[in-house]
Nanobody, 121 residues
Framework: QVQLVESGGGLVQPGGSLRLSCAASGTIFSSYLMGWYRQRPGNQRELVADISGTGSTNYADSVKGRFTISRDNVKNTVYLQMNSLKPEDTAVYYC???????????????WGQGTQVTVSS
């Protein structure tokens, strides 16, 4: 039902900023929990931030105060503003949309293809 396409990744110097975008080909309803995850080669994919349909946000401790997640339901897009970037932020960043948690699993769970973010001088 939903296809997600990330953009905005690239090479940035430490201390710099990037804004990632996630465009949904299908309709992102307010019931969807939208999130950004990241993964380094050989490492587990981890949550960076998420945002509910009501605007409630959640951040990993490692990015609090530096990253901001937002959503624009009119444009059907989710954003991740990344400031004060560090080399350890280097990863593939994935957009995620999920809804209808049954208590055991998410009935709807979609992933984007990922966008590379490299923080290096």
């Amino acid at each position: 039902q939903v296809q997600l396409v990330e953009s905005g990744g690239g090479l940035v110097q430490p201390g710099g900023s990037l804004r990632l975008s996630c465009a949904a080909s299908g309709t992102i309803f307010s019931s969807y929990l939208m999130g950004w995850y990241r993964q380094r080669p050989g490492n587990q994919r981890e949550l960076v931030a998420d945002i509910s349909g009501t605007g409630s946000t959640n951040y990993a401790d490692s990015v609090k105060g530096r990253f901001t997640i937002s959503r624009d339901n009119v444009k059907n897009t989710v954003y991740l503003q990344m400031n004060s970037l560090k080399p350890e932020d280097t990863a593939v960043y994935y957009c995620n949309a999920r809804s209808d948690y049954t208590g055991d699993y998410w009935y709807r769970n979609y992933w984007g293809q990922g966008t590379q973010v490299t923080v290096s001088s």
